[in-house]
């Protein structure tokens, strides 16, 4: 790349970082929050009102159930915390619930954990920024009528920000987080305080309103579905755990202690904004319905489709902040960015399965490879991609897209416990100290009981979101493993192939002879070296070839060929349909059959030209040539270049930019003191 496009790179992500400036890019516990736990610990700003959502079905009646439904999360919540800390002791390396399923399940089981999490990352991303744009839409209408737009401009914002390398990402994501946390606490605190200690009554702004059940007076099985549907909705709060068992690479030493603290940091500062949320959404009688515009009631009239419905938290705030106050304003703002930064568990995640992926041959090899800054750059982009079309296609539409969200969590969930119950069996198999043992078997009831509930809870979200959107995360699924798989066939093709034999091959095999013909169309002086070099190979044999599509011109070639008395053999082959590149291909594939242990060796002169739009009137035969020859066994293509005047310039413009420096790339050296002038008296 040249000065001029690097200027832009860096002002954009920064200078490049050498590769033993890694660890200066680890993160401690302070930065690993923000930067793995932004999405479960903003999902508490959208799975409240998903609880609300689904219980109005029933009418408000149903809203009862919310405290149980939230205690069934937060049991959930700290089973997987607890389990995935024994991911993070027993897999420091960072494979999370890929390696675990690998290497405990087999190849198979790792490989749909690994298509599940790809598929979650991608709809993190879409889902955290989609809800960003529409709490952000209810200040700015700007932003509700270009939804789609903006919701892209912060994906492209987001992944510059990571281009930029981990470590920096996570400062600029620190802050908003942390004042999220402490609003959404300070919130709990004063609510609490306000309706415990003063006994003052806080409304919300829909408390006055009511809701018109779709079903009324639900029952039985039909009650039961409900519930569970409710709680799978809810189980979003979970989404983005796994991101640090995948991520402990990432963070300073000792790496599976600060992991392991910080797991259990985000779920208990999780399940504590979430159970609070709910309860005051409770006490202040929030109402929430999935159509408000005919099922929201105010004064017995339906409140329209102008009515805009404000998230659970918004409502919450604003009957304990008051509307307008400063922290209420803070905690919406706060709120908004937020989601959007929750897509960074995504962002963070995502590349590091995708470079261990990478490393196990199941994807390109480069999302293995770290970027200039040291951040796997390939992997953020191709996440973005990804993300970038999942939001054109559902119109950035958090409504849509959380339907399919959660499913491949919860596969990899269940998945990576039962890998860890067989990796305890193993291990107590060969173990004999009475201590180790015992810490392996309690470790084995939390991975097992781990395995169980999270089971159960796929179960529910599949029976419970199937038809609502959850199959297209199951096709995504399906669609990753069938791609990883056919790419692991064909490098392990490709590898069979070109692996170097223990004993004598025909490989190594020297060529009896080498046949070299050089390909002309005309003597110019880019033919006169390409026969230089010919010569200078020393061949067994050489020959001139030329195709006749104009027979003038042909007749011209023989006779100054013979004037100048070149001493190389000139063969013109006849070509009656006027083709130049199917003759020499055939009179090759003649020279091969003719004699299978000759080398034959086919050299082309070519024009190097300086201009990009130069390049379509030159060469055209050539690369159509050298394309079609790299499928001939035996042939060697060879291009002879021949710089004309246009190329001398570029090379002159290009020692220019190479001698050019950007503001501020040269270092100055220390100031060096004058010697102080006489000053002229005595």
Known sequence: MSKLTDVPKRILIGRALRSDRLGETLLPKRIALPVFASDPLSSVAYAPGEVLLVLSIAGVSAYHFS???????????????????????????????????????????????????????????????????????????????????????????????????????????????????????????????????????????????????????????????????????????????EAIS??????????????????????????????????????????????PATDLLHHGIPVGPDYVQNPVISQVAEAVFGKGSFLFILLAAATALVLFLAANTAYN??????????????????????????????????????????????GADSTRLIQLYIV???????????????????????????????????????????????????????????????????????IFYATMTAIRKHYDRVAEEIAAPEGPSDDMVRPSRVHSVVLISK?????????????????????????????????????????????????????????????VIEYVKSLRKESPRDAISVIIPEYVVGHWYEHLLHNQSALRLKGRLLFTPGVMVTSVPYQLASSEAARARARKRQEWNAPGAVRRGPAVERPKEPSGKD
């Open 67 to 241: 405290p149980w439904i939230a205690v069934a999360v937060v049991v959930l919540m700290f089973t997987v915390v607890a389990s995935y800390r024994q991911n993070v002791h027993a897999y420091p390396s960072g494979g999370g619930d890929y390696e675990v399923a690998t290497t405990n399940l087999g190849p198979q089981a790792g490989l749909t954990v690994a298509s599940a999490l790809l598929v979650d990352y991608v709809l993190t991303v879409a889902v955290s920024i989609s809800s960003g744009i529409e709490n952000l839409g209810s200040a700015v209408p700007f932003v509700v009528e270009h939804k789609v737009l903006c919701a892209v401009a912060v994906i492209v914002l987001l992944t510059l920000m990571n281009l930029r390398g981990v470590k920096e990402s996570g400062k600029l994501f620190a802050i908003p987080t942390y004042v999220f946390v402490g609003g959404v606490f300070i919130m709990i605190l004063w609510g609490a305080f306000r309706g415990l200690v003063l006994g003052d009554t806080m409304r919300a702004p829909t408390a006055d309103y009511h809701i018109k059940a779709e079903h009324q007076g639900l029952a039985g099985f039909a009650l039961v579905f409900l519930l569970l549907r409710a709680f799978s909705s809810g189980c979003a709060a979970l989404t983005g755990v």
């Open 349 to 394: 995640g995502f590349p590091l399965l995708g470079s261990i992926l990478a490393q196990d041959r199941y994807l390109p090899r480069q999302l293995h490879t770290r970027g200039d800054r040291l951040a796997f750059s390939n992997g953020i982009v191709l996440l973005a991609g990804a993300a970038t079309l999942l939001v054109f296609i559902y």
């Open 523 to 583: 003597i110019h002086r880019p033919t006169l070296r390409a026969l230089a070099y010919a010569k200078l190979m020393r061949s067994d044999t050489l020959e001139a070839l030329t195709v006749n599509v104009d027979p003038a011109e042909t007749k011209a070639l023989r006779e100054e060929w013979e004037r100048r008395g070149i001493d190389v053999p000139l063969k013109v082959l006849d070509s009656p349909y006027r083709e130049i590149t199917r003759p």
């Open 408 to 478: 491949g969590v919860f596969v990899s969930f269940t998945l990576s416990q039962t890998g860890m119950v067989r990796h305890w069996n193993r291990h107590l198999a060969a173990e004999k100290d009475p201590a180790k043992r015992s810490h392996m078997i309690r470790s084995r009831a939390i991975n097992a009981f781990g395995a169980f509930f999270t089971g159960l809870v796929l179960v529910v979200v599949l029976v419970t979101k199937f038809t609502h959107g959850a199959w297209v995360a199951l096709l995504g699924m399906c």
């Open 246 to 291: 995948n991520g402990v690479p990432a963070f300073r030493k000792p790496k599976s202690k600060n992991a392991a603290t910080t797991l259990a940091m985000m779920g208990l500062l999780a399940v504590t904004m979430f159970c609070g949320i709910i309860a005051l959404a409770m006490t202040t009688k929030v109402r929430m319905a999935e159509t």
